[in-house]
């Protein structure tokens, strides 16, 4: 993408351009503007009648080189984790006070297994509760990064765009309430060699995916199409 001054015409050499702000400088002419329209025109079009909606809990910063969504898990994730890591805790807490009374040393053994997933189950829950993923897409990489904590449930992830051949959502069942299923939603990678990843799991809803998906796939000019296991409501 060139960016062109609005009054003279001239071309933008990159070392006037803030990206940041989205202003730029022209030499020839010294006017200074803000460029997010030449941005938006940059950007692919989006197919008739398709119109992307930002969910709650999301942030999208649109650079003519870069595209950052931010994810804060407080607002877009699922709740059945950390309501089931509460459960499971306190089921092994008071199972693990009885074998403590009863004075058996094997069945406390037996049950270090289900304490270390109890805390495995809390530190994913704390996650969930105050971690912000960052997904940045340039020329060089598609990444996907968590913070302030480095998820064991969801790890960092790194891809090169050339390697990407589409996106798409898939839903899954996280257990059970009152007999009805639980399901999640997971953001998805197919690569060229026909190789499948998860880049982000533990949606709530399906419209956090899909709206990731669209912007992703927008701004590296991948055209969308059907995926075998993709979810859809249609």
Not at 60 to 80: C, D, G, N, Q, T
Not at 85 to 107: D, E, M, Q, R, T
Not at 118 to 140: A, D
Not at 167 to 187: I, M
Request: with cysteine; hydrophobic share 40%; net charge negative.
């Amino acid at each position: 993408m060139h960016l062109n001054c609005p009054e003279c015409s001239s071309t933008i050499v990159s070392d006037d351009v803030n990206l940041v702000k989205t202003i730029a400088k022209c030499k020839e002419c010294n006017n200074i503007f803000e460029f997010t329209d030449q941005l938006e025109k940059a950007l692919p079009p989006l197919p008739f009648g398709e119109e992307i909606v930002m969910p709650p809990g999301i942030e999208v910063l649109r650079l003519m080189s870069e595209l950052e969504i931010m994810v804060k898990w407080r607002a877009s994730a699922s709740y059945f984790t950390f309501f089931f890591a509460v459960f499971w805790n306190a089921f092994i807490a008071i199972v693990g006070v009885i074998a403590i009374v009863s004075g058996g040393l094997i069945p406390m053994l037996f049950m270090i297994p289900f304490f270390l997933v109890g805390v495995y189950l809390i530190y994913s829950s704390i996650g969930y509760l105050v971690n912000t993923t960052y997904i940045t897409v340039n020329e060089n990489r598609l990444s996907i990064e968590h913070r302030p904590i480095n998820f064991l449930i969801q790890s960092d992830k790194y891809y090169h765009p050339d390697d990407i051949d589409q996106l798409y959502v898939k839903r899954y069942s996280v257990g059970s309430k009152n007999d009805t299923p639980v399901y999640a939603f997971s953001l998805n990678l197919r690569l060229k060699n026909k190789k499948h990843f998860p880049l982000l799991k533990n949606l709530h809803a399906e419209e956090y995916a899909h709206y990731m998906e669209k912007e992703i796939e927008r701004f590296l000019n991948i055209k969308d199409r059907k995926v075998s296991g993709e979810w859809s409501d249609k």
